[in-house]
């Protein structure tokens, strides 16, 4: 079984700062494609980030020049630094990772952790 974990997520002011960790852990062959959504209420969950495992960066254009992703292919972590948070930032964070075990290649989802941007 394959888990993805994250941590990281709170409350925080305007113009704050927050990191988001995901560690993915279990019987794992390799990790490909891993990144951050969010989902905020009464919208579809969309896209902050992502980083292939060469580390290619990919940025939805809310959030460029502000977040910035990064990851340890040695500890199977994936990270979002979040600086110049605004309201509208505030969603639900998911973790997600394409992963190849010994039964199949396919996404993981982690449960998720809260962001709320407010004064």
């Known amino acids: 079984q394959v888990q993805l974990v994250e941590s990281g997520g709170g409350l925080v002011q305007p113009g704050g700062s927050l990191r988001l960790s995901c560690a993915a852990s279990?019987?794992?062959?390799?990790?490909?494609?891993m990144g951050w959504y969010r989902q905020a209420p009464g919208t579809q969950r969309e896209l902050v980030a992502d980083?292939?495992?060469?580390?290619?960066?990919n940025y939805a254009d809310s959030v460029k020049g502000r977040f910035t992703i990064s990851r340890d292919n040695a500890n199977n972590t994936v990270s979002l630094q979040m600086n110049g948070l605004k309201p509208d930032d505030t969603a639900i964070y998911y973790c997600n990772a394409f992963i190849s075990t010994i039964a199949n290649d396919r996404n993981y989802w982690g449960k998720g952790t809260p962001v709320t941007v407010s004064s």
């Open positions: 279990g019987s794992i062959f390799a990790i490909y494609t």
């Open positions: 980083i292939t495992s060469g580390g290619v960066t």
